[in-house]
């Protein structure tokens, strides 16, 4: 007789594995099938790899600035071996973490490949044979891949996706970045760093094509100070061979150039793992390749949940999370106020660092809603002057009339950490007096984002009103 859990989660990724540990610490008899590694995607081949690599390359970049600071480092040269050997100790490390946390809390680890065999059951095939795993609730939280490129070409040798580039042993000579998102400028980073002769094809209008237009022409600059080439407006049509290399061939502003390299990296998105699953046995509606659910998290089928990139909508590592928080606490009757749209915070974490939540600017104006501006930048702030990190700005978008942030971006030193405080003000209402009037930590990169607010009131203390470039 198959064994029945309260909930059972189909993946192990930050999705998955956060819903697991919620569900136990709610009294839930849960389990996890895993066919791969614990941590998903993010821990192994996506979040934590790249970031360990951009990490490298950041201290890379500082030690070839020492001068600017005071200070004489010769001889500083790369090791890309030992980058990608420290990168591997942090991953072994983290999922180190994970398997004992799920241990820890009681949820028992099912290793295998599942199938959804009707709405009570799930078939799970291993080495070791098939077995049957029964359950009153599921969580479907089985990831994404990286989307092939739709384009002749994009299966030669040399054209290779980011699980290819974290492969890499050495540093690409020259490289082609096909798609200017995340993904595809963080690789420009850490290449342009290590000597890589770096040029990225975005096919929007400009690179980062999720964020404020100000924000991309500022990336765009500090990329070109570093020598990476930024093409927007490029629609790769074909790959082919050229010499020893790879040619793409690209319709920019309606002329046709061609781009050489020895590696071309595709990083055009991602698609949802929806195929093979067993959805249809259970009744699951899938619509595309995603599958729809409430805000709660359920799908069509009430025993049935789904949350991560599965859901199509937020494909980010701590979406995934929150999601899997809340379909957790809806399974255990506790009152959640499930998951909120309009409060789901990104970033990019190239060097300057990209964080972003709610309108932009152009986006509000679209509602046709009355805003105000707030802009405040890190030349002007005593922290990043002291910290020689002068490169961006804070920007706030608020409602004209009651004051309260719709949206905030950053482009600069901790963006990533620092747009918390803007989703913590929106999740509350708050408005850019509340932040304004918050007494912030001197000297601080925090201080920009109550600065911006002031900035946004009309009474900016620390510049001239009318000051901030916007371009």
């Known amino acids: 007789m198959a064994e029945t859990y309260d909930v059972l989660v189909l993946g192990a990724g930050p999705g998955g594995y956060v819903a697991a540990i919620r569900a136990t610490q709610l009294g839930l008899r849960t389990a996890l099938i895993e066919r791969e590694d614990l ?16 990490r490298s390359a950041e201290v890379l970049h500082l030690l070839e600035r020492a001068e600017e600071f005071g200070l004489h480092a010769e001889g500083v040269r790369a090791d890309y071996g030992a980058v990608v050997a420290r990168r591997d100790k942090s991953v072994a490390q983290l999922l180190k973490g994970v398997t004992n946390l799920l241990a820890g809390n009681g949820v ?44 002749p070409g994009a299966d030669l040798p040399g054209v290779i996706d980011s699980d290819g580039a974290l492969e890499l042993q050495k540093p690409p000579r020259r490289v082609v970045i096909i798609g200017g998102g995340a993904v ?33 022409r500022e990336l765009t600059r500090a990329f070109a100070r570093k020598g990476i080439e930024c ?59 995603s599958i729809p659910t409430d805000p709660f998290m359920r799908t069509n089928v009430p025993a049935v949940f789904a949350v991560g990139d599965v859901t199509g909508r937020f494909l980010l590592a701590h979406v995934a999370s929150h999601q899997g928080i809340v379909a957790a606490e809806t399974i255990a009757g506790r009152k959640t106020e499930g ?23 152009r986006e509000a104006a679209d509602r046709g809603l009355s805003v105000r501006i707030g802009r405040y930048p890190f030349a ?24 309260e942030i719709l949206g905030a971006h950053v482009v600069g030193p901790s963006a990533g950490d620092l747009i918390a405080e803007a989703c913590l003000a929106m999740r509350l209402h708050a408005t850019i007096d509340d932040l304004a009037h918050t007494i ?32």
């Open 231 to 289: 093409v927007p407006g490029a629609t790769v049509r074909d790959i082919h061979g050229a010499g020893d290399g790879l040619a793409a061939i690209a319709m920019v502003d309606g002329e046709e150039r061609v781009f050489k390299a020895d590696t071309m990296l595709a990083g055009v998105g991602r698609r949802a793992n929806v195929e093979d699953l067993g959805l249809e046995n259970a009744g699951v509606q899938v619509e595309g390749r």
């Open 440 to 471: 912030h930590v001197h000297p601080t990169f925090s201080e920009s984002v109550m600065e911006a607010a002031w900035a946004a009131a009309g009474t900016p203390i620390h510049i001239l009103a009318g000051r901030v470039r916007r371009d």
């Open 108 to 151: 028992a680890v099912v290793r295998g490949t599942a199938t959804i065999r009707d709405g009570q059951t799930v078939e799970v095939a291993s080495a070791e044979g098939r077995a049957t795993v029964g359950y009153r609730n599921l969580i479907v939280a089985t990831g994404s891949r990286s989307a092939p490129l739709p384009v």
């Open 380 to 403: 002007a702030s005593g922290r990043a002057q002291a910290s020689g990190e002068m490169t961006g700005f804070v920007k706030i978008v608020a409602a004209e009339e009651t004051g």
């Open 184 to 216: 595809g400028v963080e690789w420009a980073e850490i290449w342009a760093a290590f000597g890589t002769e770096v040029t990225v094809l975005e096919m929007l209008p400009q690179i980062v094509p999720t964020e404020e237009p100000e924000i991309a």
């Open 339 to 361: 998951f909120d749209e309009r409060i789901v915070p990104a970033a990019i974490f190239t060097h300057p660092e990209i964080a972003s939540v709610g309108l932009r600017e």
């Open 39 to 54: 941590g998903g995607v993010c821990l192994n081949r996506g979040c934590i790899p790249s970031k360990a690599m951009l």
